[in-house]
């Protein structure tokens, strides 16, 4: 089955320093990754993608993702966390020939001020 | 401009009863999903349609019946409401098949059934 999956439910980090988020995937063919961020009450907002071309991908707030296909991988990252990036995170994963989502478990990540 | 805007963001109905939840996207997208989110936050596609036609229809009561009188429109029309129909539903649009570009979301509507 093709999928994602987030190991780790909750990750907790002191303000100002380095966030990971983790995210591991299984697809067959070509895999085309994403990360959303849900904060409370709100929809999904998009952060970054994965489709081809360079394995560091940065995208919104700061965040930035790294594409390992050794590992099968896309590690969700940000140097310095903020109090205000505590929020439910997902990856998710576009099925070969389809279009929709399929998403990961989540991560509430939480801030430490 | 919301992007993609669903109606309402609140709904508590008891069981039994019929609703429906409206969505339109002005962002010109081909595509457009229902994802049901339940209380364990994990989120699932029911329904994408393509230019008004079905082309996802996953495991879902036939309670729930997807409509898109345009692209630009998918409602979604729950009969005979269940309590474990409780959720929160999200509206989403993307360009559409064959290409793998995000999708956006709207705000969701908090189903409550009592």
């Known amino acids: 089955a093709q999928s994602v999956a987030q190991p780790e439910d909750q990750v907790n980090v002191a303000e100002g320093n380095p966030l990971t988020v983790k995210c591991t995937y299984s697809v067959s063919g070509n895999p085309y990754l994403f990360w959303y961020v849900q904060y409370p009450n709100r929809g999904l907002q998009f952060l970054l993608k994965?489709?081809?071309?360079?394995?560091l991908v940065k995208g919104s707030y700061g965040f930035e993702a790294e594409f390992n296909k050794s590992q099968t991988s896309f590690h969700l990252k940000k140097p310095s966390a903020l109090v205000s990036d505590s929020a439910l995170y997902f990856c998710?994963?576009?099925?070969?020939?389809?279009?929709?989502?399929?998403f990961g478990t989540g991560t509430r990540l939480t801030v430490i001020p | 401009d919301t992007a993609v805007s669903q109606t309402p963001k609140y709904l508590v109905t008891q069981m039994g009863n019929d609703k429906s939840i409206k969505c339109e996207q002005n962002?010109?997208?081909?595509?457009m999903y229902w994802y049901k989110q339940d209380s364990k936050k994990f989120l699932k596609i029911m329904f994408s349609?393509?230019?008004?036609?079905?082309?996802i229809n996953e495991t879902v009561p036939n309670r729930f019946s997807p409509k898109s009188p345009d692209k630009a429109h998918l409602n979604l029309h729950i009969n005979s409401l269940e309590l474990g129909d409780s959720a929160v539903y999200f509206c989403?649009?993307?360009?559409?098949?064959?290409?793998?570009?995000?999708?956006?979301f709207g705000q969701g509507t908090r189903l409550t059934v009592v």
């Open positions: 994965y489709i081809t071309g360079d394995n």
């Open positions: 989403a649009s993307s360009l559409g098949r064959g290409r793998y570009t995000e999708a956006f």
């Open positions: 998710a994963v576009i099925k070969t020939g389809a279009n929709n989502l399929f």
């Open positions: 962002l010109g997208h081909d595509t």
């Open positions: 349609y393509n230019n008004k036609e079905l082309i």
